[in-house]
């Protein structure tokens, strides 16, 4: 099991710059390529990011690349998303996300992420 706990949210106004943490427990996440997943009000969840275990490799969903960077720290456990150039579109609940899928092919796919974590608000004022 891995407990996962994401922080960092906020209020951002459009242009600015927010940076998400997630911090594992319970488990070591170097065993677990990681993603950052978001849904917005009325819309399904949706891929942001995701990172393989070594951190060899990254992979962004189109519409934040360029503008959004995902990273971790396997010593300490930790996952990050470095938000810039927010829009207000980014508006969403931000959900870290651990899965044993190693194939990019299915890293952009929730259905195969095993842990969660509660989210994190992040609102973007125009």
């Known amino acids: 099991q891995v407990q996962l706990v994401e922080t960092g949210g906020g209020l951002v106004q459009a242009g600015g710059s927010l940076r998400l943490s997630c911090v594992g427990s319970?488990?070591?996440?170097?065993?677990?390529?990681m993603a950052w997943f978001r849904q917005a009000p009325g819309k399904e969840r949706e891929f942001v990011a995701a990172?393989?275990?070594?951190?060899?490799?990254?992979y962004y969903a189109e519409s934040v690349k360029g503008r959004f960077t995902i990273s971790r720290d396997n010593d300490k456990n930790m996952v990050y998303l470095q938000m810039d150039s927010v829009k207000p579109d980014d508006t969403a609940v931000y959900y870290c996300?651990?899965?044993?899928?190693?194939?990019?092919?299915?890293?952009?796919?929730?259905?195969?992420?095993?842990?969660w974590g509660q989210g994190t608000q992040v609102t973007v004022s125009s």
């Open positions: 996300a651990a899965t044993t899928s190693y194939h990019s092919t299915y890293l952009p796919l929730s259905r195969r992420y095993d842990y």
């Open positions: 990172i393989t275990r070594s951190a060899i490799n990254t």
């Open positions: 319970g488990r070591t996440i170097s065993n677990y390529a």
